[in-house]
């Protein structure tokens, strides 16, 4: 992954009247990543996005975007920004192609027809262009909004909750969508959601805030692979299973419970293949073996 930092945010405060939406944030977002920006309902982090592409002012802190500060380089910053930071809007009245060829309009550098094609394409509404909008799923609106914001063909992508209301067909377009921007077409992305498991899925590194404050932030893996699992073990012949259990320090602290021949077990994910290893080398078949880490665990328990 790359150096080069594309957002850097420090000492970011919001206050509204005596309300504190955001307190003293820090985050760093590098050239390629596809970062993940999680918090609970209420912790900041629409707050954050709308300071971020300067659609309210920060009480206090800074950002910088390209190496540049926002609030002095607003309009050349935001120009090589795409963004859907609310559910995409669009006239049903005109098809999928009509409607950015309007927007192209007021765009100062537009596409050529060609281009906006090959986004439509892209974004998977090949042989929709020109059907109206009005006749568009939910899932197809929001790819068209994809389109919207890579009309000016911007190296930074900032998305807001994309797939709020969107059926799981939906959900997975548009995580397949975010995937292929960023490794096919080069895209940085930032995205906000508190779908968990989908961020797993598709971020390389995030950012978990509370209370308008990071809690922590760093790579998925190394964050989630720190992480205790838990993990389930299961065997043909449970009795001497758990007696063997019992007569070992080592799994014996580890061990949870035994439920219709499942063994429950807490292990980082170190340990796995290790205690795996000692059960068959002491004649015990694993039938199956069920680690289960997921970042809504993670989450949960850090907020």
Excluded at 153 to 166: H, M, S
Aim: overall charge neutral; hydrophobic content about 40%; proline content about 3%.
């Amino acid at each position: 992954m790359s150096s080069e930092v594309l957002i850097s945010i420090k000492n970011l405060c919001k206050q509204f009247n005596q309300f504190t939406a955001v307190k003293d944030l820090d985050l760093t977002v590098y050239k390629g990543d596809v970062y993940g920006f999680l918090g609970p309902n209420g912790a900041g982090k629409s707050t954050t996005i709308r300071m971020l592409m300067g659609l309210i002012h920060p009480t206090s802190g800074t950002i910088e975007i390209y190496g540049k500060h926002l609030q002095e380089e607003r309009s050349f910053i935001l120009s090589s920004i795409g963004a859907i930071i609310e559910k995409p809007d669009f006239y049903n009245y005109l098809s999928g192609i009509q409607n950015l060829e309007l927007l192209n309009k007021m765009q100062p550098k537009q596409a050529s027809r060609d281009d906006l094609y090959r986004l439509l394409e892209l974004v998977g509404l090949k042989g929709r262009e020109k059907s109206k909008v009005k006749t568009y799923s939910q899932g197809m609106k929001q790819r068209l909004g994809f389109a919207q914001a890579l009309m000016h063909n911007p190296d930074l992508i900032v998305l807001d909750e994309p797939t709020n209301g969107l059926d799981p067909q939906g959900v997975k377009d548009v995580r397949d969508l975010i995937i292929k921007l960023n490794r096919e077409e080069g895209k940085t992305i930032l995205i906000s959601s508190h779908i968990l498991s989908e961020i797993e899925i598709i971020c390389n590194r995030m950012i978990i805030i509370q209370k308008g404050s990071r809690i922590v932030e760093g790579s998925v893996d190394e964050l989630l692979n720190n992480n205790e699992l838990h993990v389930t073990f299961e065997f043909d012949n449970h009795n001497s299973v758990l007696q063997f259990i019992t007569q070992h320090p080592t799994l014996q602290s580890k061990f949870i419970e035994v439920v219709n021949n499942r063994f429950h077990f807490n292990l980082l994910n170190s340990e796995v293949a290790s205690v795996n290893k000692l059960f068959i080398e002491n004649g015990f078949a694993v039938k199956s073996l069920i680690p289960v880490r997921s970042l809504e665990d993670y989450f949960l328990n850090l907020t």
